[in-house]
């Protein structure tokens, strides 16, 4: 992640000379976008640790006035889970691991707030989601299938920042997801959160 973090800033730099009549941030536009997700999950007397996956899809952003825009999109959006049950105090005493992604056909649909400077444009948005699950790949460690009981449907809610430079839009969310997406007999998994990087591309 930090090489694609640094790789965004190189090009964001280099891209900071264009002229600012290259500027097209008062009209509608459409591009393609994917970058890095990092998620996890949580479910009771479990660890959780962070799992990198990633995102592709297409956008669009619409200028409505007053420095706010509507930015909604559809993607791939891929999300992953490790989780550890701990039977003592020690880490080695693991009794149960849940490992696994899963991937949505998502919508976000940004609501973004920031002046246009001409050179480029800082924003900051909130974001409400909703998904369907496509596929998933869910291996416990014990004899419980998670993927029988798993939710077709997701939504949930992000936070952000983002820069928009000519033609290149950089992001940076949390994101959280509001409902329970696995319930079983006994537990339930619920609240997939965490950071997601994005690089757009418009045309």
């Not at 990633?54 to 989780?83: D, E, N, R, W």
Request: proline content about 3%.
């Amino acid at each position: 992640m930090k090489k694609l973090l640094s790789a965004i800033m190189a090009i964001a730099l280099a891209l900071s000379a264009v002229p600012a009549s290259a500027g097209n941030f008062g009209s509608s536009r459409f591009g393609f976008q994917g970058g890095l997700t990092s998620s996890s999950a949580s479910i009771k007397n479990f660890e959780t640790k962070s799992v990198s996956q990633y995102h592709v899809g297409v956008t669009a952003q619409f200028p409505v006035g007053m420095g706010f825009c509507i930015q909604p999109s559809l993607l791939y959006q891929v999300k992953g889970m490790s989780l550890d049950q701990i039977a003592g105090s020690s880490a080695d005493d693991v009794i149960n691991s849940i490992e696994g992604k899963v991937g949505f056909a998502e919508i976000p649909v940004q609501v973004q707030w920031g002046p246009d400077l001409l050179l480029f444009r800082p924003y900051v948005f909130a974001e409400p989601f909703i998904g369907y699950r496509l596929h998933e790949d869910i291996f416990s460690s014990s004899d419980i299938s998670y993927a029988d009981e798993m939710k077709k449907l997701e939504y949930g809610f992000g936070v952000g920042a983002g820069i928009d430079i000519w033609k290149l839009q950089v992001s940076a969310k949390w994101f959280w997801n509001m409902g329970t997406i696995y319930q079983g007999e006994s537990e339930s998994l619920d609240k997939l959160h965490g950071l997601s990087v994005t690089l757009s591309i418009f045309f």
